[in-house]
């Protein structure tokens, strides 16, 4: 088991460039599967979830590989196999994007409930009730498999309970090629939404709306090859600012789209951060002082899920009393725990976390519980006095490229080592 060890202190200082967007990447990867024909996706982050989608394309009779660096090629125009392997389809979240575009190419599919990082009770059963409005009936087999299967998908008007950005991005995929109109309502907003409907429509599709609430999608018959870039990784992006606001730094983050940074950059500047934003890129410089804030996480364009666990560690060094309220999520405070192994002074009543902030975190060995609660352990150590462990960063590689190489760029004191080496666990070499 690998872990990184991180000496804190190191004030975080200079350029860092961003990777595509992982929680793009991973859709369009599966959404080429749709195509008949030879796709190019440019600006592919390398992380392991990219990585187990590859093979299971592969598996599946597909051929995907990597021409060049964050380049990747893929070639379904010869697949025939609607079962997903199992136990690959197991490790990651995004595998649940199978049902829908195997299911909107061939009218069947066969897709075992996804899996990935646990934080909460993520039902798909508006994945389901959608397949079932466009013409499609399924069963669940024993070990959680689902199957698929359809006559003929028909266009429909869906109505989307609560926002889901894996129903609106897997209905989008089954309705694409659907007979007629299909209208999705109340439809999820996030960045990656639009990009898939702009990947698709590059291949052929007819999608409007993308983005807003009302998503319309004229099906056609079939989609062609093509070449198609993904965009800038909010999340990461917005990591790397909340590292910089918690270590006092001054980090310019290149290859961003400021606007989907919208909500950090106000959370942060309410905080008493300097945030500077450039064309395709974004400034963001410690003041020596952090003030106290309230943060609600919300759908897109409201602040991220993704980044709670990050904005609460920078929180804990801001003198008095901040509340985090998780509005998405029922169980992503796990990583609390691990904080307070820190120094942490956080409680948490169901959904709401009070932070008193403003004492020193100290370093302590800590395991990570899921991707983003990972990402923060590696922030709390950069903030903390002393030596910090943080264990299971299989966690972090599903979704960040090369982070502790990053980190090192910008002045972080941090090293990737496998648990048990001797001698190395107490200082950074």
Request: proline fraction near 3%; glycine fraction near 10%.
């Amino acid at each position: 088991m690998e872990k990184y060890v991180i000496l804190g202190g190191a004030r975080l200082e200079g350029e860092v460039e961003i990777s595509g967007a992982k929680n793009s990447a991973v859709a369009l990867i599966v959404a080429a599967l749709m195509v008949d024909g030879v796709c190019i996706i440019e600006n592919v982050p390398l992380v392991s979830d990219t990585y187990v989608l590859v093979d299971i394309i592969n598996q599946l009779g597909g051929r995907a590989e990597f021409v060049d660096k964050s380049v990747l090629k893929i070639d379904a125009s010869c697949l025939e196999c609607c079962e997903a392997p199992y136990e690959m389809v197991r490790k990651i979240r995004a595998s649940s994007y199978l049902m829908g575009a195997l299911l909107g190419r061939f009218q069947k599919a066969k897709v075992a409930m996804p899996g990935g990082c646990d934080f909460g009770v993520r039902p798909i059963d508006l994945h389901l009730k959608g397949f079932e409005a466009l013409g499609a009936d399924y069963s669940v087999e024993a070990g959680g498999i689902v199957d698929l299967r359809a006559e003929e998908l028909c266009g429909a008007s869906i109505y989307m309970d609560t926002v889901s950005v894996g129903a609106t991005i897997n209905i989008m995929f089954a309705a694409a090629m659907a007979k007629g109109q299909t209208i999705i309502e109340n439809a999820a907003k996030e960045p990656h939404i639009v990009d898939v409907a702009n990947f698709l429509n590059s291949m052929g599709a007819n999608i409007k709306g993308a983005g807003t609430d009302v998503i319309k999608i004229k099906g056609v018959k079939s989609l062609h090859g093509g070449t198609y870039t993904v965009i800038p990784d909010q999340i990461e992006a917005g990591t790397f600012m909340i590292a910089a606001a918690a270590t006092d730094g001054d980090v310019l983050i290149k290859n961003v789209i400021p606007k989907h940074l919208d909500s950090i950059s106000a959370k942060l500047l309410e905080m008493g951060v300097v945030v500077e934003e450039f064309d395709d890129s974004i400034r963001v410089a410690g003041t020596g002082f952090l003030k106290k804030a309230n943060v609600r996480t919300m759908p897109h364009p409201g602040f991220p899920t993704d980044l709670q666990p990050l904005i609460l560690t920078l929180l804990t060094g801001a003198k008095g009393t901040s509340i985090v309220t998780e509005n998405v999520w029922d169980n992503r405070f796990r990583y609390v725990e691990e904080l307070r192994r820190m120094g942490a002074n956080v409680s948490v009543d169901g959904r709401i976390a009070v932070i008193e902030g403003g004492g020193k975190l100290i370093g302590s060995p800590v395991s990570s519980t899921d991707l983003r609660a990972g990402a923060a352990l590696v922030v709390a150590g950069l903030m903390a006095d002393g030596v910090t462990e943080v264990f299971n960063i299989k966690y972090i590689d599903r979704g960040y490229e090369e982070f502790e190489k990053k980190l090192r760029g910008l002045g972080a004191q941090i090293t990737r080592r496998v648990d048990g080496e001797k001698g190395k666990s107490a200082t950074i070499a």
